[in-house]
């Protein structure tokens, strides 16, 4: 079984190993249209400001509680 290539430099792997997501993962994304391969940078900045905001939720509930964080 091959790797298919996406934009002849960039392999599906290494696409996924830069996502920090699985390779069927990603697979999925793409065929949802989640992911434009043109700008995976813009993905992954995208996905860890959702992140950081989640966290920040939780911090804030933590400390509404009084949690001792």
Same mark, same amino acid.
Do not use: T
């Given at each position: 079984?091959? !790797?298919?290539? !996406?934009? *002849? *430099?960039?392999?599906?792997?290494?696409?996924?190993?830069?996502? =920090?997501?699985?390779?069927?993962? +990603?697979?999925?994304?793409?065929?949802? $249209?989640?992911?434009?391969? =043109? =700008?995976? &940078? &813009?993905?992954? &900045?995208?996905?860890?400001? !959702?992140? @950081?905001?989640a +966290? @920040? @939720?939780?911090? *804030? @509930? &933590?400390?509404? +509680?009084?949690? $001792?964080?």
């Open positions: 079984m091959s !790797i298919p290539l !996406i934009d *002849d *430099d960039v392999k599906l792997e290494q696409a996924a190993q830069f996502l =920090n997501v699985s390779q069927p993962y +990603l697979l999925q994304l793409l065929e949802q $249209g989640a992911v434009d391969l =043109n =700008n995976l &940078a &813009a993905y992954k &900045a995208e996905r860890k400001k !959702i992140s @950081q905001q +966290l @920040q @939720q939780l911090v *804030d @509930q &933590a400390q509404e +509680l009084d949690m $001792g964080y």
